[in-house]
Nanobody, 115 residues
Framework: QVQLVESGGGLVQPGGSLRLSCAASGNIFSMYAMGWYRQAPGKQRELVATITTTSNTNYADSVKGRFTISNDNTKNTVYLQMDSLKPEDTAIYYC?????????WGQGTQVTVSS
């Protein structure tokens, strides 16, 4: 089993910044990527960004240039730096860990962008 613990969500004004963190633990020996997805009310869950253990990254077009994903392999932790936040970024953000046998999900952390 794999456990994912997310932190860093909250309320921020438009144009502000937040940093999400997600620490993985458990049977993660074969983990090859981590990432973030989000789900806004009434919408489907969507990809935000992913990063492999070799630091190859992938971003949704809607967040390119504003969000930065990074990792610390020594801590099995992935970060999502979110800048220039917009109201449409409001969602529950979920951390994921990808292994050959399965993808694991965190419990989610709320991000609300509002004045």
């Amino acid at each position: 089993q794999v456990q994912l613990v997310e932190s860093g969500g909250g309320l921020v004004q438009p144009g502000g910044s937040l940093r999400l963190s997600c620490a993985a633990s458990g049977n993660i020996f074969s983990m090859y990527a981590m990432g973030w997805y989000r789900q806004a009310p009434g919408k489907q869950r969507e990809l935000v960004a992913t990063i492999t253990t070799t630091s190859n990254t992938n971003y949704a077009d809607s967040v390119k240039g504003r969000f930065t994903i990074s990792n610390d392999n020594t801590k099995n932790t992935v970060y999502l730096q979110m800048d220039s936040l917009k109201p449409e970024d409001t969602a529950i953000y979920y951390c994921t860990a990808r292994l050959p046998v399965a993808t694991y999900w965190g419990q989610g952390t709320q991000v609300t962008v509002s004045s």
